[in-house]
């Protein structure tokens, strides 16, 4: 089955430290990965994508992702973790189900960012 | 400024009670969808539409119904609501229904408790 897993339910890093929120997926043929963050009583804002090309993808708010294919992995990462970067995360890959893409969503990393 | 806004942002009613959370947004988009969030399980779709009068169902569409007469409203309607639909749900959109890999843009949520 197609899906995306997101092995931990909460990530806890120190302010100033790197950060990594993990993700992997299962999907046939060529994957389209995204990261998502929500907030506290927020939606969810896109983060970043990875489509194609260079396996290192550059997001908003100083976030990156690395795509790894021989991993099946598209793990979130920030070189410095701000206490502002606590919220809810979440990896999504998009299939192809009748004849239109869909998003299928990891169930979040809670990522918790102490002073 | 561009967005999707959903009312209520709170709503608790009894089992039974028919209920409408309305969804709308100011972008143009073609593209409209549900998802419920719960703990543990990520977002899952319930409804989505490709255009005006265009709808179809996501993964849990049991108990929930929808209307596209308007590009810009998609409510939710839960004809008879029951406990198993306490939950956090969400309204988004796109402009193309994501085949160009467009990200969604996501209301605040709606948390709905029924009793």
């Known amino acids: 089955a197609q899906s995306v897993a997101q092995p931990e339910d909460q990530v806890n890093v120190a302010e100033g430290n790197p950060l990594t929120v993990k993700c992997t997926y299962s999907?046939?043929?060529?994957?389209?990965l995204f990261w998502y963050v929500q907030y506290p009583n927020r939606g969810l804002q896109f983060l970043l994508k990875?489509?194609?090309?260079?396996?290192l993808v550059k997001g908003s708010y100083g976030f990156e992702a690395e795509f790894n294919k021989s991993q099946t992995s598209f793990h979130l990462k920030k070189p410095s973790a701000l206490v502002s970067d606590s919220a809810l995360y979440f990896c999504?890959?998009?299939?192809?189900?009748?004849?239109?893409?869909?998003?299928?969503f990891g169930a979040g990393t809670r990522l918790a960012v102490h002073p | 400024e561009a967005q999707v806004t959903q009312n209520p942002r709170y709503l608790i009613t009894v089992t039974g009670k028919k209920l409408t959370v309305t969804c709308s947004q100011n972008?143009?988009?073609?593209?409209m969808s549900w998802y419920r969030q719960d703990p543990g399980l990520g977002l899952r779709q319930i409804y989505y539409?490709?255009?005006?009068?265009?709808?179809d169902k996501g993964d849990v569409p049991e108990g929930y119904k929808v209307s596209r007469k308007e590009k810009r409203n998609f409510p939710l309607i839960l004809e008879s609501p029951s406990p198993n639909q306490t939950s956090l749900y969400f309204c988004?959109?796109?402009?193309?229904?994501?085949?160009?890999?467009?990200?969604?843009?996501f209301g605040n949520g709606t948390r709905l408790t029924v009793t």
């Open positions: 988004a959109s796109s402009l193309f229904g994501q085949k160009d890999n467009l990200p969604l843009h």
């Open positions: 999907v046939s043929g060529n994957p389209y």
């Open positions: 990875y489509i194609t090309g260079d396996n």
């Open positions: 999504a890959v998009r299939l192809l189900s009748g004849g239109y893409n869909k998003l299928i």
């Open positions: 972008m143009n988009h073609e593209y």
């Open positions: 539409s490709m255009n005006v009068e265009v709808t």
